[in-house]
């Protein structure tokens, strides 16, 4: 199979959102709707841009992207409202004896 | 719109990437990055995997500010500055160290926003000291041993160069403070000529923290006045970030494990002492603190 | 309009009728005065559309139409020696994200010790980087070659770097009548620099992004194939040089009396007094040819295999060399014949300007004919090395 290539390596932009990165960390921000204020200093400060506020339901809130969210818990240590949490993934959830 | 597209390779918690994605939506997209090799480029720059939004060149590590002066250049003449600003966003050595291109373009002017992302050291190679590396961190090429106590000096001051060039708008930041990030990109934005803003990038990695701590860390950085947040127009100092109650610098240091040395070595707190100093220097020289 | 001028003077009118859009370079000798007559011109306004930058170096005027050249403008720069090798790391870097620079080196020797005067040491250094490179005889060719030069570099199948190299001082300096150009000329050769792919926020691309090893090797790949399109380009825009200038200065080579037993290869300046030692040698009787090679990168194989096919003896002259092998064109010459089985003698001459006196050269090539001259350096003195 032949691939194409553009010369120069020149790239075509925003392509790395094909590659998805919520599976890199060992938790996933969650968001308490309820305290949620839809302030959007999460927004700002995720280093992936996958935390957004949106409109859900009539109101607009931060929603995470478990896609891309890499768990790193910048967006829980700013929230202001104590609406975000860091929860371990199902995954890691093992019994260790 | 996206400017820094998600699923680039930064590690959980990279204060390079929240630095980068307010600059990027503080210019509204409407922008020419020049990055030089790095963290940001190896994260972003995969042939293929793409990250940027906006118009992109990496050139070499070294000549990141000239590139930029030749697009600025190249699009006066063309008659197509309305698209945007030139951009560079380079690391602390690819600035303090081996972009000597940097005086070139202070000394000629070009209107470019030059934006150092300052994480202290080359993190992109494995930790190695650069000339903005703080007094006492440990690197791989400053290790802490019996001899030495990792790096030796001073932070280069790369504001008081820039202002020795007479550089129109000089001011830094903090990855930490997206809202003070945006409000001088946007300001130096509307200035004409060579502008320099270097903002406080704390690394998980290289600094040896965890993400969940990187805003405490860089707002540590703050309160202790180890990296005081300045701004200055056409030479005139205009705003300083005031701390009401300043911290000691051992609450800086002992959470970050390129510091750890510091605590466990007798030889340490001589250091520490040291560093002490330099906050309380920076206080002084530029008012940080709140006066009761 | 034919006039007596210097070399530097005919670069510079040729590189203004090319209506270059950033001219970035930094002074050295005996370059300098190419740069001097563009900023003239510049002050006086006579460059349209075009910024005039003096660079704080070499490396930063290279790096500085590296953005440029990706943003879309036409670029022009000129330097040697170690002007051309501060450069080096940027032009290594220019050749692979593809950017059509146009550079004159005015070949220079290199330090140590120090040396402004001639030989070809520098460009040979940068040989393997992705630049076309074209060396010329005289004047007119380095004034003609401008043009060419920008239009071979900005065809889409090459993109790549061009690098004119004259010799220094031996051309850069000296008088000569040029016909130089008509504007209208010119503007009917090179048509405006419109890039399909640059930067611009209308569609926002990367440049000079980075490729592991599984993608790596395919965009060195895609330069040699660059290289190899832009051997048929090159013969290409040379003919029709030809007509619209009115002077052919052949293709990748040329090659005076071909049915020579013997011949003698070089490049540069030094042609010019090698076509008088041909002629005065064929009239003692000698068969002698002359092969002027043109076009060094990309290396024209076949061009050299088709020409010294029935050569029995051949004659390298290079002013440059590799140490610890030998002369430059000589090694690339005798790997181009592999298999044929001509008798290959080299002379290194001309080192940092040293004096190449027509007669000399002359006993140089008929003894080496006459079967009593080795290949080796050839003028210097005999020397004691002094160990301390
Ligand atoms: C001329 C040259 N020397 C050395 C290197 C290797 N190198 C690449 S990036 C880098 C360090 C980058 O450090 P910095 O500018 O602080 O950026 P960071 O990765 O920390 O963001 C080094 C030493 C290089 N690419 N080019
Ligand atoms: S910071 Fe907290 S309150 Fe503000 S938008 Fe995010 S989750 Fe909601
Ligand atoms: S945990 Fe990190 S990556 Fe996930 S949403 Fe929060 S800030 Fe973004
Ligand atoms: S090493 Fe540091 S600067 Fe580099 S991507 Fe990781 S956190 Fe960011
Ligand atoms: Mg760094």
């Known amino acids: ?97 | 719109m996206r400017f820094f597209g998600r699923g680039h390779g930064a590690c959980p918690g990279c204060g390079l990437a929240i630095a980068v994605r307010n600059i990027l939506e503080a210019l509204e997209g409407k922008c020419f990055v020049v990055n030089p090799t790095g963290c940001l480029e190896i994260i972003s720059s995969q042939y293929g995997r793409n990250a940027w939004g906006v118009p992109y060149i990496h050139p070499l590590f070294d000549n990141a500010a000239a590139v930029a002066c030749g697009i600025s250049e190249a699009l006066k003449v063309l008659g197509r500055e309305d698209e945007g600003e030139v951009v560079v966003l380079a690391g602390d050595g690819a600035t303090a160290d081996i972009g000597l291109t940097l005086h070139g373009m202070f000394d000629r002017n070009h209107d470019v926003i030059y934006i150092c992302l300052d994480n202290e050291a080359y993190q992109n190679t494995g930790h190695q000291q650069s000339a903005l590396t703080p007094l006492g961190e440990a690197t791989t090429t400053t290790p802490a041993g019996k001899l030495m106590l990792g790096k030796i000096g001073r932070k280069k001051d790369m504001v008081a160069i820039a202002l020795a060039h007479g550089s129109p708008y000089v001011a830094t930041s903090s990855a930490v403070l997206p809202a003070d990030i945006r409000r001088k990109v946007k300001k130096a934005a509307k200035i004409e000529g060579a502008k320099y803003i270097q903002i406080h990038c704390p690394c998980v990695t290289g600094w040896g923290i965890d993400g969940k701590d990187v805003v405490k860390v860089g707002n540590l950085a703050i309160e202790t006045a180890l990296y005081p947040i300045v701004e200055f127009e056409n030479g005139k100092l205009l705003t300083v970030r005031k701390v009401k109650e300043r911290k000691p610098v051992e609450e800086y240091l002992k959470i970050q494990r390129r510091f750890r040395h510091l605590f466990t070595s007798p030889e340490g707190r001589k250091v520490i002492e040291e560093i002490q100093k330099i906050a309380d220097e920076n206080a002084l020289r530029y008012g940080i603190d709140l006066k009761k | 309009m034919k006039k007596v001028v210097r070399g530097f003077y005919s670069v510079a009118y040729a590189v203004k009728l090319c209506k270059p859009n950033i001219i970035c370079a930094y002074p050295i000798t005996p370059q300098t005065e190419i740069v001097e007559n563009l900023a003239l011109m510049y002050a006086n306004g006579e460059l349209e559309n075009c910024k005039y930058i003096t660079a704080e170096s070499e490396f930063a005027a290279a790096s500085i139409l590296v953005g440029a050249s990706a943003a879309g403008a036409r670029t022009f720069t000129a330097t040697c020696s170690q002007g051309l090798i501060l450069m080096s790391e940027v032009l290594f870097n220019a050749a692979g994200m593809r950017l059509p620079i146009v550079i004159v080196n005015t070949n220079r020797a290199l330090s140590a010790p120090l040396s402004i005067w001639n030989d070809l040491q520098d460009s040979m250094a940068l040989r393997d980087a992705g630049i076309i490179q074209v060396y010329v005889e005289n004047n007119q060719e380095a004034h003609d070659m401008v043009p060419q030069a920008y239009k071979i570099a900005e065809d889409k199948r090459v993109r790549l770097p061009f690098m004119i190299c004259m010799d220094g001082y031996k051309l850069t300096h000296a008088y000569e009548p040029v016909d130089l150009l008509d504007q209208n000329v010119v503007d009917s050769f090179l048509p405006p620099y419109s890039p399909e792919v640059y930067l611009t926020t209308k569609k926002p691309v990367a440049f000079g992004c980075y490729a592991p090893p599984h993608i790596y090797m395919e965009f060195r790949v895609a330069m040699q194939r660059a290289m190899e399109r832009a051997k048929e380009i090159m013969e290409k825009v040379f003919a029709d040089w030809a007509e619209v200038s009115g002077r052919n200065w052949g293709g990748h080579l040329e090659v005076v009396y071909p049915d020579s037993k013997n011949f003698v290869i070089a490049m540069g300046s030094i042609v010019g007094l090698l076509r008088k030692v041909v002629e005065e040698l064929r009239n003692e009787g000698i068969s002698v040819g002359l092969v002027k090679l043109r076009t060094f990168r990309p290396f024209p194989v076949q061009e050299l295999r088709k020409s010294l096919e029935n050569a029995e003896k051949i004659i390298v002259i290079d002013r440059s060399v590799s140490f610890g092998y030998e002369g430059n064109l000589s090694i690339e010459l005798k790997s181009a014949l592999y298999g044929m089985s001509p008798e290959v003698i080299s002379f290194i001459l001309g080192l940092g300007g040293r004096d190449v006196p027509k007669d000399f050269l002359k006993e140089l090539v008929k003894n080496a004919i006459l079967g009593k001259e080795k290949s080796g350096f050839k003028g210097f003195k005999e020397f004691e090395e002094v160990i301390p």
């Open chain 1, 1 to 97: 199979m032949k691939i194409r290539l553009n010369i120069g390596a020149i790239s075509e932009p925003l392509q790395s959102e094909q590659f998805k990165t919520g599976d890199w960390g060992t938790e996933w921000s969650f968001v308490d709707r309820e305290k949620c204020t839809a302030c959007r200093v999460c927004e700002q400060f995720c280093p992936d841009g996958c935390i957004e506020v949106k409109e859900i339901e009539g109101k607009e809130v931060a929603v995470v992207d478990h896609n891309y969210c890499k768990g790193c818990g910048v967006c829980a240590s700013v929230c202001r409202y104590g609406a975000i949490k860091m929860e371990l993934k199902e995954l890691f959830k093992v019994d260790v004896c």
